[in-house]
């Protein structure tokens, strides 16, 4: 069952950050749900199982009926999650965010100075971020602390967990880039070092061992310094269901960008029969669809062949085995990335392509280099 609802309520942000998940022809998708018809999914998510909500986007502090929505999942019984930048928060939204039943805040940081990000986002919005910080604290959520981590940022990893535990989070994520979208027209910017992310992972042992329970922190590897692909949402169409601000349902937030499948739609379709009967949903489910060598290893029902996204923007087909695995034909595709990275250091260049309107996705992974 789709245990973990996500809701798209809008692709419309401030900020643009140059590895946002967003599609990159997000101004397409401007037809945005009613709140009637986001009420809908959230009753029709509850008779399916759906049991954690996560409010996203875009920025979702830019629909005016965010608590309105919020009040109406906790009352289904959702356990509530706000995946936010921060902008457009303030004191007064966080109580009424509260009243109306929010459970969790969870704050993108970019980096721990002003200056980095102000450059990472486009706009200057650290002194808020802090600030915003501590009013989520001082409201008595749980919260989580989310560090998108790329070139850029990983070698502040050691002071970013200080910040972290003076700000008083529970948990912090550093979220290493997946090369989806505006990342990876980026990638060849955006891509650490092998050095870069074993210092970054030193950092994060040793706070580890400091700070015991007072912080948890996750620590996510890029999928491309792996020998074996991540079990991508627990396996495609298993407990993870997205629903884009147009009212597209996803298995995922990326697989839009899979050419070749009609992703259903709720104004069309009840989500029982998108979630049982679509064939969108039943694409990639079970093994029968996997090709040499997924269909023989012994390993796929750990990692169901990895991410279907990623099979299709690095090799054309979605039915591939997951580049990331050493076992895959592709494996040289991922081996050619990660040594370009290696041979440009741990210096940028600062030529990133900031999320904007009007901009092409590559139709394949040589255009993004």
């Not at 009040?71 to 457009?88: C, W």
């Not at 004191?91 to 980095?116: P, T, W």
């Not at 505006?182 to 070092?193: F, K, M, S």
């Not at 706070?207 to 491309?224: F, H, M, N, S, W």
Request: charged fraction near 25%; hydrophobic fraction near 35%; proline fraction near 5%.
């Amino acid at each position: 069952m789709p245990l973990w609802l996500v809701i798209e309520l809008t692709y419309k942000c401030p900020l643009k950050c140059p590895w946002c998940s967003n599609p990159v022809d997000f101004d397409r998708y401007r037809n945005e749900l009613s709140t009637e018809e986001w009420m809908e999914v959230l009753r029709e998510g509850r008779r399916l199982g759906s049991v954690q909500l996560g409010f996203t986007g875009g920025e979702p502090m830019l629909r005016r009926d965010l608590e309105e929505l919020v009040e109406e999942a906790d009352r289904l019984g959702y356990y509530t999650n706000l995946i936010t930048s921060g902008v457009g928060l303030s004191h007064d939204r966080l109580r009424a965010l509260k009243k109306a039943g929010l459970k969790q805040v969870q704050l993108s940081l970019q980096a721990c100075d002003q200056e980095l990000n102000e450059k990472l986002v486009g706009l200057d919005v650290f002194e808020h971020k802090i600030a915003i910080a501590r009013a989520i604290k001082d409201e008595g959520f749980p919260m989580v602390l989310n560090v998108p981590v790329s070139r850029y940022n990983i070698d502040q990893t050691e002071k970013l967990i200080d910040l972290a535990a003076d700000l008083g989070v529970e948990y912090l994520e550093f979220a290493n880039l997946q090369y989806y979208n505006w990342a990876l027209l980026n990638r060849a910017e955006l891509l650490p070092t092998r050095e870069q992310l074993a210092k970054s992972e030193a950092a994060v042992g040793r706070a580890r061992e400091r700070l015991g329970k007072q912080l948890t922190i996750y620590y996510v590897v890029p999928d491309y310094y792996d020998n074996r692909p991540k079990a991508c949402m627990n396996g495609w169409g298993s407990i993870h269901l997205t629903i884009a601000p147009d009212g597209t349902a996803l298995p995922c937030q990326e697989a839009r960008l899979i050419k070749g499948i009609d992703f259903p739609n709720v104004r069309e379709h009840g989500l029982a029969w998108i979630w049982r009967e679509s064939p969108g949903f039943n694409r990639f489910r079970g093994e029968s669809w996997m090709k040499e060598p997924c269909r023989s290893c012994n390993e796929r029902e750990k990692d169901f062949g990895g991410c279907r996204c990623q099979a299709f923007l690095l090799t054309g087909d979605a039915a591939n085995t997951d580049p990331v695995c050493t076992k895959s034909p592709h494996r040289h595709l991922i081996d050619a990335l990660v040594g370009s990275a290696q041979q440009r250091g741990s210096c940028s260049t600062g030529n990133l392509v900031m999320r904007q309107r009007d901009i092409k996705q590559p139709t394949d992974a040589s255009t993004a280099e």
